[in-house]
T-cell receptor
Framework: GENVEQHPSTLSVQEGDSAVIKCTYS??????FPWYKQELGKGPQLIID?????GEKKDQRIAVTLNKTAKHFSLHITETQPEDSAVYFC????????????FGSGTQLTVLP | DVKVTQSSRYLVKRTGEKVFLECVQD?????MFWYRQDPGLGLRLIYF???????EKGDIPEGYSVSREKKERFSLILESASTNQTSMYLC???????????FGPGTRLTVL
């Protein structure tokens, strides 16, 4: 089955700097890669996703890149703000897979004012 | 907006008790999921359901069962709670496969 590894487990950045979180996956058939943000006391919420037919996707300060050859994908947050502090999860899914999504172990991002 | 609600935010039970965690979604989603979240382990899938009365085991089904009698409701059952089932339990739903999963706020279960 799919295995997703996520690094780093914790990340601290100064407000205004960029943050990068990386994930690798094992199943070359995986074709959907969402990123979730979990704020304290809440359930995870989708912030951006990418499908295997594109290499990069942007939404304001957030971008995701995908390298299918190397089987890794990354989340980039620019101009970080204190409200970006949260736990971020990557995930991977194979279309039609009964397993749906396999999640990484999470990254605790702290943006220091 | 999609709304996924869970019956309790916090729950404390004794070892050996039968525990019911309920989840309701209001968007007519086909798929519903139960995850367990533990520090450093991410979200691990316990069970999921792709239709009423249908269920599939996830990665860690041992010690759990589920019930889906109505499309909008998915219940997780701990037949005999144990201390190693102390955890955060998250319910989610999605329309298609694969598709955005919408999560509830979670139930923090403590088994004493």
């Amino acid at each position: 089955g799919e295995n997703v590894e996520q690094h780093p487990s914790t990340l601290s950045v100064q407000e205004g700097d960029s943050a990068v979180i990386k994930c690798t996956y094992s199943d070359s058939a995986s074709n959907y890669f969402p990123w979730y943000k979990q704020e304290l006391g809440k359930g995870p919420q989708l912030i951006i996703d990418i499908r295997s037919n594109v290499g990069e996707k942007k939404d304001q300060r957030i971008a995701v890149t995908l390298n299918k050859t190397a089987k890794h994908f990354s989340l980039h947050i620019t101009e970080t703000q204190p409200e970006d502090s949260a736990v971020y999860f990557c995930a991977a899914s194979t279309s039609g897979s009964a397993r749906q999504l396999t999640f990484g172990s999470g990254t605790q991002l702290t943006v220091l004012p | 907006d999609v709304k996924v609600t869970q019956s309790s935010r916090y729950l404390v039970k004794r070892t050996g008790e039968k525990v019911f965690l309920e989840c309701v979604q209001d968007m007519d989603h086909e798929n519903m999921f139960w995850y367990r979240q533990d520090p450093g382990l991410g979200l691990r899938l316990i069970y999921f359901s792709y239709d009423v009365k249908m269920k599939e085991k996830g990665d860690i089904p041992e010690g759990y069962s589920v019930s889906r009698e109505k499309k909008e409701r998915f219940s997780l059952i701990l037949e005999s709670a144990s201390t190693n089932q102390t955890s955060m339990y998250l319910c989610a739903s999605s329309l298609g496969s694969p598709d955005t999963q919408y999560f509830g706020p979670g139930t923090r279960l403590t088994v004493l």
